[in-house]
């Protein structure tokens, strides 16, 4: 490869040249670059590239396409929140480094709003890692107490990083189905349930954690204390680890309570919570979440956390811990934004549900969070067209962008190998959005069956 | 009533839990030097952060930002790189690069210059990998190495004799190029560079950066090129980047901060700037470890950039002003320290520099037996005693190699007029102290 030399005048009162005597040097070296580039990634990382949101984060991003997909508010955040952060943007020291496990003012809040829910007391500074976002949670926590040999049960459906992570960790994923009762009613979230014989038979001594997501993402299901106690007899028996991923612990509808598995007996010093600035608050991106836990568990996050960032932004920490603290003071009261972002939310979901419901689908009710998942091949679309190596799911979706211009997100890509068949014809509706926008997804459904001018 | 007995029996956690990957790098240096500093110093040299403020440009694009009618900008952006960040980085970049940058290919956004630093070792460093670190090093390299499963392996800069009556400049500070060539093995996998350096304000010049070059390209290894402070060079001196020399391009990753470009470390935005064929795996390990970097930072790093590169070159820009104020500072503190007797070494790049601090050996007690350094008796002594915080530069160096920088402590001279000022008071009345019968 030859470099010719170049100036950029436009640089101003310095002009770069590279030297030409870098030509005449060139061929000190046997051919260079054309010997086999032998850099490949590492073993950790083999077959973890492909990502369902890459692919369809990029094509939903057109404006005219409605965008019920990816899970972010297009509501705004309140505006308290907005207000904090510009004040403490205003204060030159909250834009230098902050305490690397997490702002103390942050994690003083925290500890206060979490002490209230559970019952317990809660050390800011050894029960708490503030992370970037609560997928930063679930890295540090896999990366701390994961390795290669242990296996790692994961409840299907699940968010789809649970498996790229565990695989990343080296340890194996072990898949359970949420499946729906026999007698009972499949549109209802929480007659998805986990069968607990079947549960029973994942559990092994290689089994160093179970990962469970309260509400659960995409179902919306609301794990109640009996289904909770199962999954803790089980891990207490076999001395398992509980990462229990809480994200939409304050979205949670009429006739539901949002229990935390670490508060059963036997399972705090076990469990690891991870909860998110993003989920509570409307801001997504702000990319702060936390994990609370023992200080022997938390510890080991901690070593991760200073090994891969050392600390999170200072100024989003400040303004989160100042809007804790004015929804902390209120925790009494219904205006507190916990509840009240809830209600909005409910509403949302009665909507939607009615909507999909009119166009003939029937989708399975979430008792908590802000999706909702549906069977689709009851539309019977032809989609002859669309790539046929992907799954129905994914070609559905991707017909439904282009021809319908409405975006959702297929259920396969929450799916382990031995499931994806059992939800290929589900996909994923994000309803926590303004008025205008399910106005117009109202308007699509409401005209599906007819033609495209 | 018996099971339920038979269940708190059982509950206690007992297995041990920690992931092996985690051995021997529990232990942090800076856990107890802020510690100490947080509790006696009157006057913080240690930690390296600016304790003036941000820009105003820069922080009323973030306030803009956050209170502007687009309220989409508190939700999640592209993952890889907010776009107007990418845009403006891949520009900016390539012009000092001299190629074409795709900003969705060339450049990612990461969660300050450490975490890409951590990208770079688990996309590459595979266990049985070894990795060269040039001594002193910002100490998280060697640790990232280990979790990642690779062999750090050291290479010292050496410093040359002093000439009599003269300062010495951190170009003192060599490589000797055959120590380094003997680093190289077929199980080398990247070296680590890091100019301008920290801890010592070297910044390489191009002809030891092409030596650098040379054993890459021959032994064909990738190079990590941490280039943070790649503003903060004086003397009217040049920032090279390695990855513009002759075949670098193709096997480097240059990382940048916006922390210490724009004084803002508490906003933690960095970035990689590299091929697609590196970049692509370091995408890889961003979706499967934090996913998206926070919006509203980056929204306002891309303002700040833009702004910068329609100054470029001329008296306005930061990148022209912030170094011109540094320099200054850099000399306030070096006359300090050379009036009491402590010898600096100016530096020719960042805000840190280094002292020898052999001639205050009668202030510190010999400990007998300790295995702790000198430099880090010393500093602690003077953190508790003269209120003045500093870092001790063995603290930047491999176990085995402690003893080579024990004489020297580390000082951050990004601080405001009155912060040096009291520093220098601290000196001046240290030196009375000791002339003094």
Redesign the interface.
């Known amino acids: 490869m030859l ?1 010719a030399s ?1 100036s ?1 005048c ?5 002009t ?1 040249q ?1 030297q030409t005597d ?1 030509l005449s ?2 061929f000190r ?1 046997s051919a ?2 054309t ?1 086999a ?3 490949k ?5 083999e077959g ?2 492909s ?1 369902v ?2 692919e369809f ?1 990029k094509v939903a991003a057109d404006p005219s396409i409605v965008n019920l997909g ?1 899970g ?3 509501i ?2 309140p505006s308290y929140v ?2 904090e ?2 004040k403490a ?2 204060v ?7 305490r ?1 496990f997490g702002h103390p003012s942050l994690v003083k809040a925290l500890s206060q709003v979490y002490e209230r829910v559970c019952g317990r007391k809660i050390d800011p500074l050894t029960d708490i890692l503030v ?3 609560a ?2 949670s679930l ?1 540090s926590t896999i ?5 290669e040999g242990d296996e790692v049960i994961i409840i299907e459906p699940f968010y789809d ?1 649970y498996e ?2 565990v695989k ?2 080296g340890a194996k994923p072990v898949f359970i189905p949420l499946r729906y009762k026999n007698d009972g009613n499949p549109a209802s979230s929480a007659d998805w349930v986990l069968d607990p014989a079947e549960l029973a038979n994942k559990f092994n001594s290689k089994t ?1 954690a179970i990962i469970l997501n309260t509400p659960h993402n995409p179902m919306g299901k609301v794990f109640t204390r009996e289904e909770l106690q199962v999954i803790a ?1 089980l891990c ?2 076999h ?1 398992t ?1 509980c990462i229990s991923d809480e994200v939409y612990e304050w979205l949670v509808y009429k006739g539901n309570k949002h229990i935390k598995i670490a508060m059963l ?2 399972m705090w ?2 469990t690891i919570t991870i909860g998110s600035a993003g989920k509570t608050y ?7 979440g936390w994990a609370i836990g023992p200080q ?2 938390i510890k ?1 996050l901690q ?2 956390h ?11 920490q400040e303004a989160l811990a100042q809007a804790f603290w004015i929804d902390y003071k209120r925790m009494d009261d219904p205006d507190c934004y916990f509840y009240s972002l809830s209600r909005e939310l409910e509403s949302k979901r009665d909507r939607m549900a009615r909507l999909l419901q009119e166009a003939g689908l029937k989708p399975i009710i979430p008792d908590g969070g802000y999706f909702m998942i549906v069977d689709v091949s009851t539309l019977n679309v032809d989609l002859s067209d669309v790539d046929e190596k992907q799954p129905y799911d994914y070609r559905f979706v991707k017909w439904m962008i282009t021809s319908k211009k409405l975006s959702a997100i297929p259920l396969s890509a929450f799916c382990g190998p031995e499931t994806k068949r059992q939800f290929e014809k589900y996909i994923r509706f994000c309803f926590i959005k303004k008025d205008s926008t399910l106005d117009a997804a109202e308007a699509i459904l409401k005209n599906w069956n007819k033609q495209p001018a | 009533q018996t099971h339920f007995l038979f269940l708190s029996l059982q509950a206690k956690m007992s297995r041990p839990v920690r992931a092996r990957r985690l051995e021997g790098i529990d232990k942090n240096i800076w856990v107890e030097f802020v510690k100490l500093a947080a509790t006696y110093s009157k006057v913080n040299l240690g930690q390296g952060f600016p304790d003036f403020p941000p820009p105003d440009f820069l922080k009323e694009a973030f306030v803009k930002t956050v209170s502007g009618k687009n309220h989409m900008l508190h939700q999640y952006t592209r993952a890889f790189g907010h776009p107007p960040l990418v845009k403006i980085l891949a520009q900016f970049f390539g012009k000092l690069l001299g190629r074409d940058l795709d900003p969705m290919t060339n450049v990612m956004v990461t969660v300050g210059a450490y975490q890409a630093l951590f990208y770079c070792f688990q996309a590459f460093v595979d266990e049985g990998d070894e990795v060269i670190i040039i001594e002193p090093f910002f100490d998280c390299y060697e640790s990232m190495v280990k979790m990642a499963g690779g062999t750090p392996v050291f290479v010292p800069l050496r410093l040359k004799a002093p000439k009599d009556g003269k300062l010495m400049s951190s170009a003192d500070w060599q490589l000797d190029p055959a120590e380094l060539a003997s680093k190289f093995s077929n199980r080398t996998k990247a070296i680590v560079l890091n100019s301008p350096n920290n801890p010592l304000g070297k910044v390489f010049s191009r002809g030891e950066l092409e030596l650098i070059a040379d054993l890459c390209v021959k032994h064909d290894v990738l190079c990590i090129s941490d280039e943070v402070y790649e503003w903060l060079v004086y003397d009217g001196k040049e920032h090279v980047r390695i990855a513009s020399l002759q075949g670098m391009w193709d096997r480097t990753v240059t990382i940048g901060s916006a922390g210490k470009t724009f004084s803002v470390t508490g906003w933690k935005v960095g970035w990689t700037v590299g091929p697609d064929r590196l970049l692509q795996h370091l995408r890889t390990v961003h979706q499967n470890s934090v996913y998206h970097c926070a919006t509203v930072a980056q929204e306002a790093v891309a303002q700040g950039f833009q702004r910068e590169l329609e100054l470029y070159g001329k008296p306005e820009s930061y990148f022209v002003q912030l170094p011109k104020e540094l320099q200054q500072k850099r000399d306030c503190l070096v006359q300090s320290l050379d009036a009491v007797g402590m010898k600096p070494i100016v530096p020719e790049g960042t805000y840190f520099l280094v002292a020898d601090i052999s001639q205050f050996k009668s202030d510190v007690p010999d400990v007998p037996d300790s295995d702790e350094p000198y430099d880090s008796r010393f500093a602690k002594w003077m953190v508790k005693n003269k209120g003045l915080a500093a870092i001790p530069l063995s603290t930047f160096s491999c176990g085995a190699h402690k003893d080579n920088y024990n004489n020297f402590i580390r000082f951050c001279f990004a601080k405001e007029e009155a912060t040096l000022k009291a520093a220098n008071d601290i000196l001046q009345k240290w030196k009375r102290e000791k002339t003094s019968p």
Request: some cysteine; glycine content about 6%; proline content about 7%.
């Open positions: 470099f170049r950029f436009c640089l101003g009162i310095r770069y590279l870098l040097r060139s070296f260079p670059t010997m580039f032998r850099h990634n590492t073993r950790r990382i973890l590239d990502n949101w890459v984060t990816q972010l508010p297009d705004s955040p907005k207000e952060l510009a943007a205003a030159d020291r909250l834009n230098q480094y902050t690397g992370t970037v976002g997928y930063g890295f990366q701390a107490l994961v390795e990083c790229p992570m990343m960790a160093k007899d207490i028996r001395d680890l007996p036997g010093e076990r409307s801001v997504t991106g702000w990319k702060l022997n568990l080991h070593v991760v200073q090994n891969t960032l050392y600390t999170c932004p200072t100024p989003l």
